[in-house]
């Protein structure tokens, strides 16, 4: 168990409203992903973080905005949420050790966009 | 660009058989890590097994094993004496050692056991 959660697990909300996932993680890793998935698609890389207030971009960013104040905490935001981000959103942490550096992924959030 | 490819949507297998899961791969790196990640139905991402570029022997974690062959960029899981609770979506992904180090994942197999 890597301590990862995500909040909320699930959200329906309408379009152009402003949405924020949030990412926590209990053991002070350094690096942290949001990936999305989609039917047909395995997850695809939105955003990552490789330290505190440290973040770039992925294959699948536009729309999509991040922040990392604190190391426990990755935030996603959907600034204007549309239909084409109904998905759902999974946060991983890497973890180094005999297997590389391996990632570890939260239970993930559904979202819903009407 | 990195690119992993899954060719099978869907397999079936019988209980207690073995089945293998096809997974390609494209980098120009030369160091790179392979994982494969099973998706039950209740959706979460469960890490299986990893393949280092560089590992001499093919990884092994229990019932589940990676037929690492590097000249054909290619990474097949093989599960054996499948079990009923094997049944779920597969995927293969492929982690940058340098950098973001983030995966990229292939379109997923879906697995179902069948008694």
């Known amino acids: 168990d890597a301590g990862i959660t995500q909040s909320p697990r699930h959200k329906v909300t309408e379009t152009g409203t402003p949405v924020t996932l949030r990412c926590h993680q209990t053991e002070n890793h350094r690096y942290m992903y949001w990936y999305r998935q989609d039917p047909g698609h395995g997850l695809r890389l939105i955003h990552y973080?490789?330290?505190?207030?440290?973040?770039d971009k992925g294959e699948v960013s536009d729309g999509y905005s991040v922040s990392r104040s604190k190391t426990e905490d990755f935030l996603l935001t959907l600034e204007s949420a549309t239909s084409s981000q109904t998905s759902v959103y999974f946060c991983?942490?890497?973890?180094?050790?005999?297997?590389?550096?391996?990632?570890?992924f939260g239970p993930g959030t559904r979202l819903t966009v009407l | 660009a990195q690119k992993i490819t899954q060719t099978q949507p869907g397999m079936f297998v019988q209980e207690k058989e073995a089945v293998t899961l096809d997974c390609t791969y494209d980098?120009?790196?030369?160091?790179?890590?392979l994982f494969w990640y099973k998706q039950p139905s209740s959706g979460e991402m469960i890490f299986l097994i990893y393949?280092?570029?560089?590992?001499?022997q093919n990884a092994t974690e229990g019932r589940y094993s990676l037929n690492f062959q590097k000249a054909r960029k290619s990474a097949n899981l093989v599960i054996s004496a499948s079990q009923l609770g094997d049944s779920a979506m597969y995927f293969c992904?492929?982690?940058?050692?340098?950098?973001?180090?983030?995966?990229?994942f292939g379109s997923g197999t879906r697995l179902q056991v069948q008694p």
């Open positions: 973080s490789y330290g505190v207030k440290d973040t």
């Open positions: 992904a492929m982690r940058e050692d340098t950098g973001r180090r983030a995966l990229t």
């Open positions: 991983a942490i890497s973890e180094s050790g005999s297997y590389g550096d391996t990632q570890y």
């Open positions: 980098t120009s790196d030369p160091s790179y890590g």
């Open positions: 393949q280092g570029s560089y590992d001499q």
